[in-house]
Every structure is written in C-alpha cells, then in structure tokens.
C-alpha cells in the first residue's frame, strides 16, 4: 500500500507542466578534451547537465535538426554522433572515415552530409537513422562543406582546388563541377542569403567567390593582392571562414598570416578598408542586428577580444575574458555573446550592449557554442 | 491490485523518448472566425490540435517567447494572450485596452509590449506574469511597434506622425521622440539588422526612414513622388510592412493604392524599379536563401500569389492557390511556403523549389501563420 500510495502520488505531481522543455533557447558546448557535450540554457545562463562518449572532439563541430531536438556532431576521429538534447542521450553513432572535419544538415532536415580528409570526400547520411545515402569520393580533402536551398550541398578540396555543388532532391545525386578556386582552399562559407559561395585561399593571396543563384556558377577571384607591401607572419591557426561577417553591405574578412580584418564590398568585391587589430583573426562573427563585428585571435594572442565598428573600421572595444578564447557564440537577437575560455575552464556570458560580463558557466577545455537557433540559419 | 498492475504499466512505458516535443518546427495558424488557434507541425505537415478561448481575433498577430514554448497572441478586442504550446492551454490572458493591433517581445524576452488603438498608446507587459509593467499613453492610435535590441522598442502614432524609441532596460522607462515621420503612418517595419526603421505613409505620398544604429536618429523622407503620373485608385486593403520583403540590397515596397511594387535602394534610397503586379499588393515577403519575394494582393483579387525575382524585377510565377489569400509564412530556410486561404478553410503548402503544391492542411478561417523561428528574429 505504501508503494501504491507512492506511485499515486507520482502520478498525480504535474509532470507535464513542470519538466517540459522547449528548446528554441538551449545549446551544446564542446568540451575537446574529455569527448563530451555541456548542454545549456540560455535564458537561465545555466548547464543544464553534461553528455559524454562522442570521441574525439578535439576538432568539432556540430549542426541541428530542424525542431532543434537533435544535434549531429561531427569529431575530429571521423564520428558522427546523433544527440537528443531533450533526452540528453546518444541516439545514433557511426565512425564513418577516419578523419573529418565538418558537416552540414539539408534544408528540409533529411540528409545530413559530412566532409571527410582520410579518405577525402564527402558521404550523405539519412539524418533519422544515420544510414549511408551517398557515398561521393575525392581526389582530396574536402573542406568548406555547406548546405545549399534545394536540398543541395556545396564543398571545395583542398588538394586541387575543385568546387562543387551537389544535389540531392532526386532518385540519385547529380554533381556539378563549379570550376577550380585557386591553389589549396583553407575554408569556405555561404553568405546568409545563399547567394556567395566565398572560398579562401592559403597557397596563394585571395578569395574566390560563386554565385549559386547563378544556374552556372563560375569562379570569380579577389583580394589578390592584400598585404602586397608587408611581410606576412607564420600562420599559427588557420582562419576559421563560418565566422565571416556580413554586414553593412561588406564581408570582414580575415588577412591570412597578418594582424588585420579586410573589408570587401559585396557587389562590387573591392577592398574598402583594413582595419589593424591586435593578432591574426580567427573568427570574426557579425553581433546580429547591429553595426558591430567581434574578433578573436590565433595563439598566443588568444587571450583578448576586440569589437569592429563596420561602419568606421574602428576598433571599439577590446576585452580580456580569459586564457585560450577559441570561439563566440551570440544569442539570435545579439543581446548576448557566449565566449568559450579553453584554459580557464569556462564559458563567459557577455552583454553586448555594456560589453560586460554577467555570468559564467563552468565547462572543461570549452571550444565550439552552438545555439539551436541554427537550425533556422541557411549555411550554418 | 488491477489498479496497482495498472499504474505499473502506465510507469513503465517509455514516456520520456515517445512523447516529448521539441518546438523548433512548430508553428500557430489563427482562425480569425472562431477565435482560436491551430497548432501546425512544420516537418510533419500536419496539425497537431486546436487550441481555443483567444476572443476576437479577426485582426490578429502573436510573437514567441526566445525558447520557443509560449506565444504571445494579439487580439483586435485589446486582449493579449499567452498561450503554452507544448501544454496546448492559455497559461495568462488579459484585455489590456479597448481595441489593440499588435505587439512585440524585447529580445531578452522578457517584456511583451501592445500597440493600441482605444485608448492609443502603449502597455508594456512582464512576460511571465503579464503583470502590467510599463503604460505609456499616446495621441492618437499606435501603429509599427517593433522590438529594437538593447531592451527597447519602437512605435508611430497615425494621427500625429511622431515617432517614439522606448528603453526599458533600466529601473524606469525613457521615452526618447525621434521626430515626425509625416501625414498619418499607416504601419512600419525594422529592417532584420535593426538598422533602418521603416515607415509608410498614407496621408501623402512617402516612407521615411530613420537610423536607428546613429545615436540621434532623424527622420528621411523617400519615394515621395511615385506614381505621380497615374492615377491612384481606392485602397481596397491596407497593406502589412512587416511583409516588407529586404534583398539584393534593396525594400521591395507596396505602392499604395496601386497594382504595383516598388522597389528602392537601401543604401541611396533612390527608386531603382517598379514592378506591375496582379493587383494591390498586401505583403511582399522575401522568401529566405533565395532571389525571390512571394506576393499577396488585396480583394477582390486576393485569389493569386504572384512571385518576383528582385535581380530582374519580373514576375516570374502567378499561382492560384485558393479564395481569400490573407497570409504566407516560409519555412526558416526556405525550403517551402505556408499560405491561408480564408474562404476555401485550408492552409496550402508549397515547395518553393518547383513552386508546386505539396500539402494542405484544414483551418478554420485561417489568417496569419507565424512558425516558432519568429523567436530568432529581430523585429518580428
């Protein structure tokens, strides 16, 4: 009777109102070096619990389903793990290349595709199952890989320069070849809009750039002479181009292997200022709805932010928020900025208006914030 | 012991997994006829149940919460609702005024603010609580009230012109006048940087802008002439600037009174095209990742959804999706289109790759249909 009595009372607690949880204002927090997930809240400022055996997550990153309920991380050893948050469990694990770097989700949420080096490539999975859909090889790596509207993916290797634009709305994948961006392709993104496909380039001064509402998309190179008068420096980390910025008209773009942000027009593709900033850049990632860009930096001057005035080029602000910041993540209305400390152990939660920190959160070895609000991003 | 072997069962089944919800895909259709809402799953296509008891919502608008479970719903008989989906229950109602037009969410989410007609003016409400927090009175009748980032809004009066910038991120509200927007405001929008504030006017010919990123915005007048060598016939329906569809750096524009769309650069203001349209265009909305804007028309040819790419300016589809087209909501990524139609009691999907009919679902008199990742977005 006692445990009757127990059940009862169980039953009749309201479960439902109390421990629903909506997800539109959680998000991961990569911890690289224990192979594990800090999941968070955003409205509370708060870890809501930690999800562990994703293997290698030395070099992660991570996309979301389109109800914001399942993450697919993808590790450095070549995982790809499905994660429910809402459950807060690996669903779906497969070790499917042996090195990867990155993936992308299609726009209708069914494909889920991974971008590969050993061996080179890219493979498509079903994103309910993780079953293999696709299988399309390289002649190298593969970098830069994003989802295109159409249920359409667009990747670069690195090895040959070769972009291309993958379709896979019907029975069978077509592929089309875009054309050669120029010598070893670092990085790609896709502007906001799907517009511009924007390759980078590191064995030679430059940027390449696609135009996918084009039918026939061809290459077009820029910034081929940026630093012609200086000495460029030892690249200490490679710029990571999904930070790219695009704001007042203009995309903030990294000087590789140099201490400065490039500011490029978009439709006419000219450089309309250099800005001096305090290392070289690794993100530099637009605060939503505003006229600011903020910078971090490669190692060893990884322990300071700067804010970028795109409208001036100016530097306004520049912050200490700890030892090893490896990445930033803002809130979709950009009332805040998320900044993982990797060696203080920590994620700093920033105001952006003040530019003041207002709380911190504990977390090991943090690198990638990932908010669910980019399930709603094109190219994210 | 029936009773005891039945709870057991009940304990033991695998609730957590089966029935949670995440709310990224979700999505509330408004019955204007019948007061209530249906709860539309985006991946599924489907309706997931009806939820009822929101009064007079014959004009009605709603805005998310930032984790995307509660929507905020405005209803023309002043009452503001808050409304739980994943419970599916009105969790909060109050009739804060005699008649109200639509509100907004400050980005940390926690204020709701209502623009009203009778009395005009404008309520600024807790979140949770819908306690009254703030009441700032007006003129005349409020119109265009937007949320700015930074805890903040902003709003026009239609009698007087003024237009006003609320802060409420501090202990009292500080209400800052931006100037006189010009004759009677018939509605204005925020571009999605929160850049430019947008508003039409109906009095005199018009929109005129104001910089929202400068400290001391000041209003500037544009398209004051358009049209002048035609002849304007009686608006049928006024049309909806939240629609104001923003692309290829350029406002696709409603002409007023007229069978067309205008289109205006965003940096020089400077009319660049005009498009000749079905009929008065209602809302011109830009569907996501693409060169395209959706437009709907006001009665009596309300029974066509036409489509212009805004790189050549030309209508490049006529669709009839059914009687009484009163909204369209895209997918985040663009991948499909939601459209009501009132009198056939149906919301129409379409793909917007092939601009063909994929799935419709029942409703009662639908209206507006607003998808959860309205939570992410700046304005709306």
């Known amino acids: 009777m006692k445990r009757l009595a127990l059940l009862a009372a169980f039953l009749a607690t309201p479960l439902w109102a109390e421990d629903l949880v909506a997800t539109g204002d959680l998000g991961l927090v990569i911890e690289r070096a224990t192979g594990s997930l800090v999941l968070v809240d955003r409205s509370d400022r708060a870890a809501l619990g930690r999800i562990e055996g994703l293997g290698d997550l030395s070099h992660a990153s991570l996309t979301y389903s389109p109800d914001e309920r ?42 889920v595709a991974v971008s590969n080096y050993e061996p080179g490539g890219v493979k498509v999975f079903d994103a309910q199952t993780l079953e293999l859909v696709a299988d399309i090889p390289a002649a190298g790596k593969t970098i830069g890989l994003v989802d295109v509207p159409g249920r359409r993916f667009a990747w670069t290797i690195w090895d040959t320069g070769e972009v291309f634009l993958g379709d896979f709305s019907g029975a069978e994948p077509v592929i089309t070849p875009l054309g050669n961006a120029g010598k070893n392709p670092f990085d790609a993104v896709l502007t906001d809009d799907a517009h511009t ?137 950009g009332a805040e900025v998320w900044i993982s400390s990797r060696d203080d152990n920590k994620v700093l939660i920033y ?29 994210l």
Do not use: C
């Not at 993808?74 to 995982?79: E, N, Q, S, T, V």
């Not at 070289?280 to 930096?297: D, L, R």
């Open 197 to 333: 496909y924007l390759v980078g380039l590191f064995g030679e001064k430059g940027v390449t750039s696609f135009d996918l509402w084009d039918p026939a998309p061809k290459p077009q190179k820029f910034l081929t002479d940026y630093g012609k008068d200086g000495e460029d420096m030892p690249v200490y980390k490679m710029p990571h181009l999904q930070g790219w910025a695009f704001t007042e008209g203009q995309y903030a773009l990294p000087a590789v292997g140099r201490h400065e942000i490039l500011w490029v027009d978009r439709a006419s593709e000219k450089t309309v200022a250099t800005t001096p900033v305090h290392g070289q850049p690794v993100f530099i990632i637009a605060q939503p709805a505003s006229p600011y860009v903020w910078v971090n930096f490669a190692t060893p001057l990884n322990d300071t932010v700067q804010v970028v005035d795109s409208r001036t080029h100016e530097v306004v602000a520049t912050l200490s928020p700890g030892k090893a910041v490896l990445h930033m993540e803002f809130a979709p209305r």
């Open 351 to 379: 105001d952006t208006r003040t530019r003041e920190k207002v709380a911190e959160i504990a977390a090991e070895a943090p690198s990638g914030i990932f908010f669910t609000a980019r399930a709603h991003q094109t190219g």
């Open 70 to 111: 399942f993450a697919y991380v993808f590790g450095r050893d070549g995982g790809l793990t499905k994660v429910d948050i809402l459950t807060r469990q690996v669903v779906a694990r497969t070790v499917q290349a042996g090195n990867s770097i990155g993936g992308a989700i299609s726009d209708d949420g069914k494909l």
